[in-house]
């Protein structure tokens, strides 16, 4: 698999071709594909991520069925993973001064698209994908993130079904900050724990 | 469907390298880690990717020491993994 997407790389004109292959044959519908892809992304953001994370830094009940059963925590605030064929197992983890967690989907590139949007290109990189789960500490600090030493770091290898997202860190200074404005904080790397916020 | 391990439980990861698409990362083959808790019960993606119909089985995140994959680091890597991939470890074979 290639580490970038782009429209002119030979991954997609190899794409393409299927694609005209499948529609020639009569399997999928003209346009079919595009509609589907469309309807997955639809509502994909990071804003959702955000939300959650914000929910959980102000309700701590919250934040521990959201550690526990994220699937079911997650539609409290109206949010689900259920936008694609079928309901995707969601876990998420939570940074905290001693442990920070790091996402990473070494054999492709997974990823809560409903919860963070679109996966940025980095994401998917050989680079990141390969180095991240051997060297975190190097990688993160080349994000510009220099964790303690005394932190302990967790990658988490998106290998099978299982989404994930992190909850990371409430800055400090946001106390009394109210939940909509603490959402305005979180950024998505901060959901897949490639930096603070 | 009984699930073959639970949480804390040592596990050996197979040293297979089979010919075919499987979702045992080569970084985690023949490694012992440790049972985090139990991911879901999906159809074996070693099985599905071959067009077989694929029996549903349990998946577990399995927690690693980076000493233990890389011969160094003092991270963790959580890897997430079908029970056909894992073996019961001696206890003491690794604490990650």
Redesign the interface.
Known sequence: MSGDHHASSAISERVRHVEALLEARGLVDEGEIDRRIDEFLAGGSPANGARITARAWVDPGFRDRLLTDANAAIREVGLSMAGGLQEQRLKVVANTSEEHNVVVCTLCSCYPIALLGPSPAWYKSEAYRSRVVRDPRGVLAEFGLDLPATTRITVWDASAESRYMVVPRRPEGTEGMPEEELAGVVTRKGLIGTAAV | MADRFAPGDAVRTSTADPAWHT???R??RGAVGRVVEV??H?PL?DDRARGLPGTTRT?Y?V?FA?AD??GD??????????EDYLEPADPSGGTP
């Open positions: 979702r045992l990362p970084y985690a991911a879901g999906h993606a998946v995140h927690r980076a994959l890389f680091g003092d991270h963790a890597v959580t890897v997430e993994l079908w």
